[in-house]
């Protein structure tokens, strides 16, 4: 849905003299200013297809948030930039649809080059960048590609290497790589609510599709979708900027209100000999995924129905459409089928399929309708990084090894053991090239920031991408090493016996002394924020303001199996509450925490449950801080809300006893609502329901909004000012330390 040290521990260790540390005081300008207090923070890293080069989007030491293209000599680990978007870039401001689809990826604020592509033949490399196309060559060169003005989404390479396609005014284009470089629309009807190539809102904000075409592998096919909005009922979006504003007539669909209508078209690369897929009598579906078979002879697409009880895996003929259902996920009661990116058809036929069926997140190897479970137990794959099919195994993510930390294991297509593959204490992300000969690990702890490694199979390192060491006097953290607390984690019990995880943060205690409590909250499902990883500079602001930092995962969050997730089934705003409300009651209990002064924090769901815990028991909390809050479920999306709160026409008793609003004048205590007054996920409408409702009760409360910021408030100086509004909110409220 919405989706965000070592000083004084490493002083204990030995490794930084306590007499000889110097402290620095760490400010807020700084945690915010460039270079990123955390070290470089490479993203979108690749290996190219014939695995000599690896690239990665790197930001910046002058301006965290632009990014450029450089690429690393995987023979030498020499670096070269690629691609400075400074210099290539023409400085255009990008299209609504672009910025909006930024938003839906979690890069708002990003700047430079967002994204790229390798061409198969490992020579180049498509770039988009400000509104136009460019094929980067390794040797710093780019050629912009001739293709019109305006906005162009979704741009890729071909699998075959023969053609470079985008989305352009609703419509595919697709462009030759060589000669002429003739271009051509393959579509043409796309205009006012009709839309092809590119994925509806609820696929891009809820289903983590973000394309709407899919090339075959052989290049003779694309499968595309084609949506139409006209069902989707109209939110008038004002984007209220400092200056300006905007209105916008936003298809939003709410929910119990209809989606849009979508439908799957195959046809060739000259948008000829198109054929229409079956995906059932109902049109009110969900297009959940598409995946060609690594011979171009069948099409998969996943089909899930508007419940999201029912997920169908089709097999689609490309020359007719036709299709037929290979298998059929089923909710159990009181559930709902979650989605994932695993499924990966072979080259021999068979599938690796991810699925929940027995309470837990697992592989599965579907061969000629037999099915081989390939892991097992209280635990949960998190992704499938990559497949070895010449040699059989399986590689993923998983938290197999405790819930708090991410690891690379192996598998055996056949089963058997599973193997980890990284070292234990840590945090790790996976990339894996096509034929998962090497992996490129991100991995952080409480005590260092992220690290980007090369390793091989056996998880052992090649080479360094970004060590990004912290113990290193150049890096930018280091300097406040010496006064970095270290944070801990333990277990509380939820009123069911299960078992909760918390994790804290202390400053340096005196004897005797109490202190306050930032007890920062999100709540949600398909989220977990305990873990050990790195948390970030403003956390150890937080505590060096004198704070106890302290957040607990509630039932209802992710990765502890359907069982703790299905909780919430029908009822927000219950467990995920009661369960916050025992962490508030656990630190009370604490000789060292100052009962009387535990601030709640939250932000998205995290705001809609500062909301609902100060209704729920006033008192509890000193003071509470909603961003971006939801208030009324009924005024967000389909596909999120009605997976866990079903359709509010048939339960309208469940969306009331799980708004905001029904008991918005049992607040008591001091609250501060921020909202960014052009924010298109929750929208401002969310607050300004709760602010008049709290104005007709005489409810006293505070309020900071923020002219053009989205549902991301941050950015150069806003920032700050946001945090610095929350300080002193908090000052006010709760009095100084």
Do not use: C
Request: glycine letters at 10%; a neutral charge; zero cysteines.
């Amino acid at each position: 849905m919405w989706k965000w040290i070592a000083g004084f521990a490493l002083a204990m260790a030995g490794l930084v003299p306590v007499a000889e540390a110097q402290v620095a005081p760490l400010t807020l300008e700084r945690v915010f200013a460039s270079p990123d207090i955390q070290g470089p923070a490479p993203r979108a890293m690749k290996l190219s297809p014939d695995g000599k080069w690896l690239t990665v989007l790197r930001n910046r030491a002058d301006e965290k948030e632009r990014f450029d293209l450089w690429a690393m000599d995987t023979g030498t680990g020499q670096w070269r930039m690629l691609v400075d978007s400074k210099k290539v870039g023409s400085g255009a401001e990008m299209s609504e649809a672009e910025k909006m689809q930024m938003e839906r990826a979690r890069l708002g604020g990003t700047r430079g080059i967002i994204a790229y592509e390798w061409a198969p033949d490992s020579q180049s490399i498509l770039v988009p960048l400000e509104g136009e196309l460019y094929l980067a060559e390794l040797d710093g060169s780019a050629e912009k590609l001739p293709a019109d003005a305006g906005a162009k989404l979704n741009p890729a390479v071909s699998p075959g290497g023969g053609y470079v396609s985008f989305v352009s005014d609703q419509n595919l284009v697709v462009m030759e790589t060589g000669g002429a470089r003739k271009k051509w629309h393959v579509t043409s009807d796309g205009a006012g609510t009709v839309h092809w190539g590119e994925a509806e809102f609820v696929a891009q904000e809820e289903m983590a599709r973000t394309n709407g075409y899919w090339w075959s592998p052989d290049d003779r096919h694309i499968a595309v979708e084609r949506f139409d909005e006209a069902p989707v009922g109209i939110v008038t979006r004002t984007a209220i900027g400092a200056e300006t504003t905007k209105v916008y007539q936003q298809r939003y669909p709410k929910a119990g209100t209809a989606n849009a209508l979508v439908e799957l078209w195959i046809m060739d690369p000259l948008g000829q000999n198109k054929v229409k897929v079956d995906l059932g009598s109902d049109p009110d579906i969900y297009l959940a995924r598409v995946k060609w078979a690594p011979d171009g002879k069948a099409l998969y697409v996943q089909r899930q129905n508007r419940d999201q009880t029912v997920l169908d895996l089709l097999k689609v003929d490309p020359a007719t459409g036709r299709s037929e259902i290979v298998f059929t996920e089923k909710a159990a009661d009181k559930s709902w089928v979650n989605l994932s990116t695993a499924f990966t058809p072979l080259k021999d036929g068979s599938l690796i399929w991810w699925s929940e069926r027995d309470g837990h997140g697992h592989l599965y190897h579907v061969a000629k309708g037999k099915w081989t479970q390939l892991t097992k137990g209280d635990w949960e794959v998190a992704e499938v990084d990559g497949i070895d099919q010449k040699r059989g195994v399986v590689y993923f993510t998983g938290n197999k090894d405790g819930v708090l930390e991410r690891h690379l294991y192996s598998v055996s297509l056949k089963g058997g053991a599973v193997t980890r593959l990284t070292e234990l204490g840590w945090y790790n992300l996976v990339t894996m090239d096509t034929a998962a000969t090497r992996a490129i690990v991100t991995r952080s702890n409480p005590d260092q920031p992220p690290q980007v490694y090369l390793a091989d199979t056996k998880g052992k390192r090649i080479a360094w991408v970004e060590e990004n060491d912290v113990r290193k006097p150049d890096h930018p953290y280091h300097p406040y090493l010496a006064s970095h607390q270290e944070r801990t984690f333990g277990t509380i019990k939820a009123a069911d016996g299960t078992e909760l995880y918390w994790e804290m943060i202390k400053p340096r205690m005196e004897p005797g002394k109490r202190y306050p409590v930032f007890f920062q909250h999100y709540g949600g499902p398909h989220a977990q924020q305990v873990a050990r990883k790195w948390g970030g500079a403003l956390q150890q602001y937080i505590v060096g303001k004198g704070y106890i930092w302290f957040q607990i995962d509630n039932r209802g969050s992710a990765n502890r199996g359907k069982k703790f997730e299905d909780a919430l089934w029908h009822a927000m705003g219950s467990v995920e509450v009661e369960d916050q409300l025992a962490g508030a009651a656990f630190l009370k209990t604490l000789d060292f925490v100052d009962g009387g002064r535990i601030a709640t924090y939250g932000w998205s769901y995290g705001g809609y449950m500062t909301l609902k815990l100060l209704e729920a028991a006033p008192g509890v909390f000193a003071a509470g801080i909603a961003g971006a809050p939801v208030s009324k479920w009924e005024l967000y999306d389909t596909h999120y809300t009605e997976r866990y709160m079903g359709d509010p026409r048939l339960v309208p008793d469940a969306y009331k006893a799980s708004n905001t609003v029904e008991n918005a004048l049992r607040i008591r205590d001091p609250l501060l609502l921020i909202h960014g007054m052009a924010d298109d996920n929750v929208v401002l409408e969310h607050s300004t329901v709760m602010m008049g409702r709290m104005q007709a009760g005489g409810v006293p409360f505070q309020v900071m909004l923020y002219p053009g910021q989205t549902h991301r408030v941050g950015g150069p100086g806003i920032s700050v000012h946001l945090w610095e509004t929350i300080f002193a909110f908090l000052d006010r409220s709760m009095g100084k330390r």
